[in-house]
C-alpha cells in the first residue's frame, strides 16, 4: 500500500457544482494533513490544513478528516473554471520520521 | 513580503556536467526543505534543514547529490555528474517553525533538463 494515496484522476466537474477530492493514507498515527493546489508549470500552493477529525471550511474549501478510515478529502463548492489544477494531498508520517509525504496529485477540470 | 525564491527558473545541462541550484527561503524561517517532482508525480522528499544542520539527508537519490545552508539561510543543492534520470523540477520549501509536520511554503521550482 502506498503511504499516501489519490486517484490520478482527471476529474471532472460542471462549473459551480461541487468537487470531491479524495485521498487515504497508511500510516495509522498520522497527525498532520495538508491539501496543496498546483497549477500547470507552477509550485505547489496550501490552501488547507487540518489536524482534528471532522470538518474544516475556509471559503468554498472544506477539508474533511476521518482518522479512523485513515481518509481525508476536500471539497470545493461553486467550483469555479479557476480551480482546474492538480491537488496533491500530503500528511506527515508519524511511524518512522515525522517528515511529509505527498500523493501523486489529483487532476481536476471544470468544465465550464 | 517575499516568498521562497529559487534559481535558476531553469537549467540544462549536458550529461555529466554539475550542476548547483539556489533557494533563499523566507526570512527567518527556520526549516528548509528540497523535494523532487517528476513530471506527474507528487513532490518526492530529498533533505531537510533546521537552521544550519542537515537532520534529515534520507531522500538523496545518490551520493551525486549534496545540500548545504551553511549560515541558516541560503541553502543550494549540488548534483555532481547529472544523468538523464535527474531531470526533473526540484522544489525548495522554508518554515517557520523547527517542525517538521508543519505547512511548507514552496518557491516556483528550478527546472533541470538533462541532454
Known amino acids: 500500500q502506498k503511504e499516501v494515496e489519490q486517484n490520478s484522476g482527471p476529474l471532472s466537474v460542471p462549473e459551480g457544482a461541487i468537487a470531491s477530492l479524495n485521498c487515504t493514507y497508511s500510516?495509522?498515527?498520522?497527525?498532520?494533513f495538508f491539501w496543496y493546489r498546483q497549477y500547470s508549470g507552477k509550485s505547489p500552493e496550501l490552501i488547507m490544513f487540518?489536524?482534528?477529525?471532522g470538518d474544516k471550511e475556509d471559503g468554498r474549501f472544506t477539508a474533511q478528516l476521518n482518522k479512523a478510515s485513515q481518509y481525508v478529502s476536500l471539497l470545493i463548492r461553486d467550483s469555479q473554471p479557476s480551480d482546474s489544477a492538480t491537488y496533491l494531498c500530503a500528511v506527515n508520517r508519524v511511524n518512522r520520521d515525522d517528515k511529509i509525504i505527498f500523493g501523486k496529485g489529483t487532476r481536476l477540470h471544470i468544465l465550464p | 513580503g517575499a516568498g521562497v525564491s529559487q534559481s535558476p527558473r531553469y537549467k540544462v545541462a549536458k550529461r555529466g556536467q554539475d550542476v548547483a541550484l539556489r533557494c533563499d527561503p523566507i526570512?527567518?524561517?527556520?526549516?528548509l526543505f528540497w523535494y523532487q517532482q517528476a513530471l506527474g508525480q507528487g513532490p518526492e522528499f530529498l533533505t531537510y534543514?533546521?537552521?544550519?544542520?542537515?537532520?534529515?539527508k534520507s531522500g538523496l537519490p545518490s551520493d551525486r547529490f549534496f545540500a548545504e545552508r551553511p549560515e541558516g539561510s541560503v541553502s543550494t543543492l549540488k548534483i555532481q555528474r547529472t544523468q538523464q534520470e535527474d531531470s526533473a523540477v526540484y522544489l525548495c520549501?522554508?518554515?517557520?517553525?523547527?517542525?517538521?509536520?508543519?505547512?511548507?511554503?514552496f518557491g516556483n521550482g528550478t527546472r533541470l533538463t538533462v541532454t
Open positions: 487540518i489536524y482534528s477529525n
Open positions: 520549501a522554508s518554515s517557520p517553525t523547527g517542525q517538521r509536520n508543519s505547512p511548507l511554503h
Open positions: 526570512s527567518g524561517h527556520v526549516s
Open positions: 534543514f533546521q537552521n544550519e544542520a542537515q537532520l534529515d
Open positions: 500510516d495509522r498515527g498520522s497527525q498532520s
